[in-house]
């Protein structure tokens, strides 16, 4: 058994930030991630994170509330309002305490922290560090959790590298705290916390073309789901226009900011030929860009009906190498190509989960003691549709609310009632399920249900989607959860055994894929990331809510709540 | 289909028994990366198989591996760039293995720790971003970048006959702060590093700057720490007269 006041589950942005503010309101601390904080998927963040400091010299005029607008207008209206103003308000504060802590953000002439524009945006407002923002956001966190972990005289912040979270223990409605695997020798053991944090990141790998980390499964979001906590929106997924044809890597967006072009197999600017995006073109908002290169490859007019080209070549090499030698790197290592003298494939790909664990302004879930923040949890900031670097922004601010949120009900108190039995029980309860699991005896593999998870999801649960396709996607994913039971394993050990963590993911990936289909399906309306070819129109009547997926003995169910739209009225999203 | 042979380092510290080595035969095709073909193997043919990935990216420096003769990312190193029938794959040296390619990476983030690895500047923050111009961020180059997969460490000979040594990833690192305009604490940090486990241990033998996968220079770090501590002690250089 070990015990802190609180515990943070996950070791990316969100958990560092949210384990910072706990350590300085001298909470006692442990982190829990399942890979090394420094592997974790916030490392491989590009381009750049959103605040109206006004460096850029276009973007004097620039606020937090026009900072605002542009997140709740990309969101397709979406978004909760304040959470989204609490967001921008937020942000300037936020960069300003990273670059004090030592993040070495690129710089303007006068040396101020640097701001590209990113789509979406009304003014250039992303800082970042040529195409490394992310990189260089995790170590300067990092760096400060050292400095607290050894220096100073404050509580510790202990981390627990390599544990893996099975299970979340809620009882009357409070949480008690979770239980974990020690991947090394294969243990189960009671963390009992007053509060606990998650920040377990995004669900990418549900789909098979992403941008996303391999470790980006969704398991974080199952966890408290399976507890009775609702998730929010979950239907709303992001897809990048521009990933490495072939491995789906991100080219980030700043090479679209930057001033590169995207080309069909004429050669041509083809965002020019569609009204969504002829004005805004190459820097037009995510989901616009993204339906319009599939509509282009759909057209005949992409290469083996599968990509069209990013061309950066006009950029020169001078500019390439200061501000994205990351992203030449990636296309040499991984598709062959040098942007400084070829044509870059690329095709839409899986990209940011902009639904997540239902949480309120204050990060707070609806049990006592749980908090969710980062990219497994759902505000909701992003609504229908994330803008770029909003949200590296989301994961600092609301990471480092819902820090100060724990650190204030624990400092007040903390739960008012423990119980140490069902902490036992819940152990008991994972230990019976992984024997279960060692023990199975089937025939299905592993790789085979994943792959044909991704596969349909993929292919229907895509940029377009349509109500027969939907409910086919549902039929397979029930099937695949079926012959999920029949499984086989051919490692029945205990210590280190990465099979076992691959199928106690994939149990929840399944289950989140359930949810993210049942949403799209019920969801007859397009918005933001959402393109029902058979509801081609945004319907605010019947449809400006949020969803909320509930798990329920007789299976998943679906509530919905409302949208806060109390500051900007909803109109027509016209770029 | 075209195949290649993986032969893999097995070993499980929780039995008593040697290291070996085991082969599998696995299909390839073009583009494919050594990370695919050990996530292949343990996919199909035999799920005991340890090792570390994540962003499969080349940017987060879990698969820093031991790979037909040289320290490379699994993630990053397309089989067929190998040029050969077989993938001959080691774990990091230096380390304890705990399971095959899953090494114990403590000791490295131990050392990582020791250096104070976090901006030091002495004064209050002012109200904004402190300024940095260009030319002093330019300075941060080559030096911000370093993902710590260890590769490095593995394949410097210093570190494998006096295991206190720092070793370069780590001095890297120190001077990615000595380097920076707006720390503060470079004679403490050159102090530290002056010592039997710092950067006079190094022997210039150039294999971290031959396998940094992203190409950096530990080497030349080391050598830049040298020279500003030598400076520190002697003062600037005279013409001899
Ligand atoms: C390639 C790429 C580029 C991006 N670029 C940008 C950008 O430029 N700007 C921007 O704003 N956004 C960007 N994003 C999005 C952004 O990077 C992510 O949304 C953000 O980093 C998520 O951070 P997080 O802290 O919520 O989660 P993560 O960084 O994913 O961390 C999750 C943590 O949870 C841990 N964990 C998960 N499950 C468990 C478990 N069961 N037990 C224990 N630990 C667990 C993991 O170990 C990990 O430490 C990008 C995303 C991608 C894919
Ligand atoms: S998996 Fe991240 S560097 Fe290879």
């Known amino acids: 058994m070990k015990f802190h006041n609180a515990i943070v589950i996950g070791g990316g942005l969100a958990g560092l930030r949210a384990a910072v503010a706990l350590n300085q309101m001298n909470v006692n601390v442990g982190v829990i991630s399942k890979v090394h904080p420094l592997r974790s998927h916030s490392i491989e963040a590009q381009g750049g994170i959103n605040a109206s400091l006004g460096n850029h010299v276009r973007g004097g005029h620039d606020d937090y509330k026009k900072h605002a607008f542009d997140t709740i207008k990309g969101s397709d209206y979406l978004a909760d309002q304040k959470a989204a103003t609490r967001l921008t308000q937020n942000a300037v504060e936020c960069i300003i305490e990273m670059e004090h802590w030592g993040c070495p953000f690129s710089r303007t002439e006068d040396g101020k922290i640097a701001q590209r524009p990113f789509g979406g945006a009304g003014f250039p407002r992303t800082c970042y560090a040529s195409d490394k923002t992310g990189h260089v956001l995790l170590h300067t966190l990092y760096e400060q959790v050292a400095k607290f972990e050894y220096h100073s005289e404050r509580e510790q912040i202990k981390i627990y590298n390599e544990w893996f979270v099975t299970s979340v223990v809620i009882i009357d409605g409070v949480c008690q705290g979770v239980i974990a695997m020690n991947i090394a020798t294969g243990e189960l053991e009671e963390f009992r916390a007053d509060a606990v944090i998650f920040a377990t990141g995004g669900a990418g790998r549900i789909y098979g073309k992403t941008t996303n980390a391999l470790i980006n499964s969704g398991y974080g979001m199952a966890i408290p789901f399976h507890a009775g906590i609702p998730l929010k929106d979950m239907e709303f997924i992001q897809f990048h226009p521009t990933t490495l044809y072939g491995t789906n890597i991100l080219m980030t967006e700043g090479c679209r900011g930057e001033g590169g072009f995207l080309e069909n197999n004429k050669g041509e600017r083809f965002l020019a030929f569609y009204d969504d995006s002829k004005k805004a073109m190459e820097v037009a908002p995510r989901d616009i860009v993204s339906r319009n290169i599939t509509k282009e490859i759909l057209a005949g007019r992409g290469f083996e009906d599968s990509y069209v080209h990013l061309d950066l070549r006009h950029l020169g090499e001078r500019r390439i190498m200061e501000r994205l030698p990351e992203i030449r790197n990636l296309s040499i290592n991984f598709a062959g190509v040098d942007p400084v003298h070829e044509l870059i494939p690329i095709q839409p790909g899986q990209h940011y989960t902009m639904g997540g664990i239902d949480t309120n302004i204050n990060a707070e879930t609806r049990a006592l003691g749980l908090y969710a923040a980062g990219e497994c949890a759902c505000v909701s900031v992003h609504g229908a549709n994330r803008l770029g670097g909003n949200s590296l922004l989301e994961t600092t601010v609301y990471g480092k609310i819902a820090g100060e949120s724990a650190g204030e009900y624990i400092l007040s108190g903390g739960p008012a009632k423990r119980d140490e039995n069902i902490m036992k029980d819940s152990l008991k309860k994972d230990e019976d399920k992984i024997n279960e ?102 319907n605010d009547e019947s449809w400006l809510k949020h969803t909320l997926a509930y798990c329920t003995p007789d299976g998943f169910k679906l509530e919905y709540s409302e949208v806060d739209v109390s500051i900007y009225e909803p109109k027509e999203r016209k770029y | 289909m075209d195949t290649r042979t993986y032969k893999i380092f097995r070993y499980d510290s929780s039995k008593n028994e040697k290291p070996k080595f085991r082969s599998f035969e696995i299909p390839v095709e073009k583009g494919m990366t050594v990370l695919e073909g050990l996530i292949y193997i343990q996919d199909n043919i035999d799920g005991s198989l340890a090792f570390r990935s994540s962003c499969r990216a080349g940017v987060c420096g879990s698969c820093a591996m031991h790979i037909n003769g040289k320290y490379r990312l699994a993630c990053e190193t397309q089989i067929y760039s190998l040029k050969s029938k077989t993938v001959t794959i080691r774990p990091m040296a230096h380390l304890k293995v705990i399971k095959d390619l899953f090494v114990d990476l403590e000791p490295f983030w131990e050392k990582y720790k020791l250096i104070k690895p976090f901006l030091q500047p002495g004064e209050p923050p002012p109200e904004r971003e402190r300024i940095q111009t260009a030319d002093d961020r330019l300075r941060l180059e080559g030096l911000i970048d370093c993902i710590l997969c260890g590769a490095c460490q593995a394949s410097c000979t210093v570190c494998e006959t006096h295991p206190e040594y720092l070793g370069p990833a780590i001095l890297l690192k120190v001077n990615r702060f000595v380097e920076d305009s707006r720390d503060n604490a470079a004679d403490e940090r050159l102090e530290e590093v002056s010592g039997f486990n710092g950067v006079f241990r190094c022997h210039t033998i150039f294999n971290c700057q031959e396998v940094c996968p992203k190409e950096l220079d530990p080497t030349g770090s080391i050598a830049n720490l040298k020279r500003k501590i030598i400076k520190k002690k002697f003062g600037p250089a005279k013409l001899y007269k």
């Open chain 1, 437 to 538: 699991l060692l023990q199975s005896s089937g025939s299905e593999k592993i790789a085979d249900i994943k792959k044909e998870l991704n596969d349909v999801m993929d292919s229907n649960v895509g940029i377009f989607r349509e109500g027969k396709s939907l409910a086919d996607a549902l039929d397979k994913v029930r099937e695949l959860k079926h012959r999920f039971k029949n499984l086989k394993v051919t490692n029945k050990e205990r210590n280190l055994n990465q099979e076992l963590i691959n199928k106690m993911e994939l149990q929840g990936n399944l289950d989140v894929a359930e949810v993210i289909v049942m949403g799209a399906l019920a969801r007859e309306e397009s918005r933001g990331s959402q393109a029902r070819t058979d509801f081609p129109k945004r």
